[in-house]
Nanobody
Framework: QVQLVESGGGLVQPGESLRLSCAAS????????MGWYRQAPGKQREMVAH???????NYRDSVKGRFTISRDNAKNTVYLQMNSLKPEDTTVYYC???????????????WGQGTQVTVSS
């Protein structure tokens, strides 16, 4: 069993910051890519940021320069520092991890339960 537990969402005003965290736990060999997605009601889930085990990152254009993804491999945790938040960033954010599990190292995709981020004055 593997779980991704997110924290850090909330309500902020435009221009303010939030930091999301996501910790993976359970039966894990290793974690490859970790990332954050978001999904507004009635829309497709979209990638916000990804980070590899070696720290290589990828961001969607609308968050470049404002959001920073990082990870602590020892803690199986990924973070998303969100600065200069805008009302259009308002939605539910989901943590993602591509995980290798024992005993044979089979790889699976896992998702967190989602955390609401609301940017409003």
């Amino acid at each position: 069993q593997v779980q991704l537990v997110e924290s850090g969402g909330g309500l902020v005003q435009p221009g303010e910051s939030l930091r999301l965290s996501c910790a993976a736990s359970g039966s894990i060999f290793s974690i490859d890519v970790m990332g954050w997605y978001r999904q507004a009601p009635g829309k497709q889930r979209e990638m916000v940021a990804h980070i590899t085990t070696t720290g290589r990152t990828n961001y969607r254009d609308s968050v470049k320069g404002r959001f920073t993804i990082s990870r602590d491999n020892a803690k199986n945790t990924v973070y998303l520092q969100m600065n200069s938040l805008k009302p259009e960033d308002t939605t539910v954010y989901y943590c993602y991890a591509h995980i290798s599990r024992p005993p044979a190292g089979a790889r699976y995709d896992y998702w967190g339960q989602g955390t609401q981020v609301t940017v409003s004055s």
